[in-house]
């Protein structure tokens, strides 16, 4: 397959990969595409399906006009944007890429259609230029995980393109089994193959540069997380928890009566980190895709706890080895599933950042291949059917614990899997295909509808929105 470690690791901002990174790429794509702006004289974004239903409180209607002005999801800052959205509303019009200015509101630009969904995916979007002369161009674009956008009828080109480059990798793979197979032959490990893999298109440096700089993000991440206290924006008054009870763990190590110590508190502490970086996410801060936003705590929260309580004699390497096996896992769950929870619900998200996570600690802790495969599929195993059902639309409630949980879990199907010999009875290719065929079984009211399950049980001041 066609897909790089920098795919399934992207730095944006939150609260959503597919809600706000996505859009905001699609935005800024179909302007890019057009050419020369002389002519234009207006713009509309229309949101569909899930985009529409839980749009707002993803954050959707403000990537779509950032995107529009130009910005990126890597570039711009996330304390400037309610003051670009902001001036926009004051003017009443928008700079079109920075350059072009035309008439422009959220209330007139933005149109949502919450009972309609396109054709290839529950994430559509269609975008529309007015042009002097009275005419019109649109686009369809679709947000279908991860940040990741495909143009309406792109599907079956990027399919050719992708076969065609899957030939100039030195190890192309499709499934687990042929990577596993490929190993076999090779003597190598999949961090080595990845590697190798990913030469081809960088050099070692370029590409550990990159990796070195994913982890830095994820660590600000965390530290910012874990230092910032409040309310989460949205409505529902959610207070921040990971900074309080990080200072009262802090607390507790530094006093000298330790009889509250407990033998979990290090695995409290993982799920403090990865609560830590969902925060961050659900406040539109700046995150990386691991393999979505939704999911964003997971991995950081495990690479964390390698570093720093697993005690590696090589912590660098080992941060790079986890990295390139994780993105191992999340291509092959977006090849032959999907990593978007309006696709196939949270087991798409969390499920699968729990197996890249999982299998990334085994990596790095010197596992077989055999045993990181394993620890992939226990990962997805134990969360097939989770719903995707944020309640009020927002990415909090129940996706920030939800990262704290599957941030130990992980780390517990790394342990079962290093402690066998990596036969198991379920393999990961078929754990992947029954998070397929399950995806397509749910009901949409619980895949990012916010129409189903916690979204509709739980009585909030958002209610009414969802």
Sequence with gaps: MDMSVFDLFKIGIG????????????????????????????????????????????????????????????????????????????????????????????????????????????????FTLKLRDGSRIDKVYYSIGGGFIREAGEAQAEAAVESAAAARVVFPFDTMEQLLEHGRVSGLSIPE???????????????????????????????????TTGNLPGGLNVKRRAAKLWRQAQDAKASDNRANDLPHDAVHLVSLYAMAVNEENAAGGRVVTAPTNGAAGIIPAVLRYYAQDCRPSDPVGGVRRFMLTAAAIGMLCKR?????????????????????????????????????????????????????????????????????MGAVKAITAASLALNGDGTHFVSLDEVIETMRQTGADMQDKYKETSLGGLAVHVITVNHAAC
């Design 193 to 227: 193959m990845l590697r190798a893999n990913e030469n081809v298109k960088r050099s070692d440096d370029e590409l550990n540069e990159g990796l070195d700089r994913i982890w830095h993000v994820m660590r600000d991440c965390i530290a910012h997380g874990l230092e």
């Design 336 to 404: 032959n599933a999907s990593i978007s929870g309006a696709e196939v619900g949270c087991q798409g998200e969390v499920g699968v950042a729990c197996a890249m996570a999982a299998a990334g600690l085994v990596a790095a802790l010197g596992g077989t291949n055999e045993q990181i495969e394993n620890a992939a599929e226990i990962g997805i195993e134990h969360h097939l059917g989770m719903t995707c059902d944020p309640i009020g639309g927002l990415v909090q409630i129940p996706c920030i614990e939800r990262n704290g």
């Design 15 to 126: 609260p959503s990969s597919s809600h706000t990174v996505g859009p905001m790429v699609a935005a800024r794509r179909f302007l890019v595409e057009y050419g020369p702006l002389d002519d234009v004289v207006g713009v509309e974004a229309a949101l569909y399906g899930s985009l529409a239903l839980t749009g707002v409180g993803h954050a959707t209607d403000k990537a779509v006009i950032l995107g529009l002005m130009g910005e990126t999801p890597q570039g711009v800052p996330p304390d400037e944007v309610d003051s670009k959205l902001a001036a926009i509303e004051t003017a009443g019009s928008i700079a079109l890429l920075g350059v072009h200015a035309v008439p422009f509101t959220a209330a007139t630009g933005l149109v949502w259609f919450k009972s309609e969904s396109l054709p290839e995916h529950p994430n559509g979007m269609r």
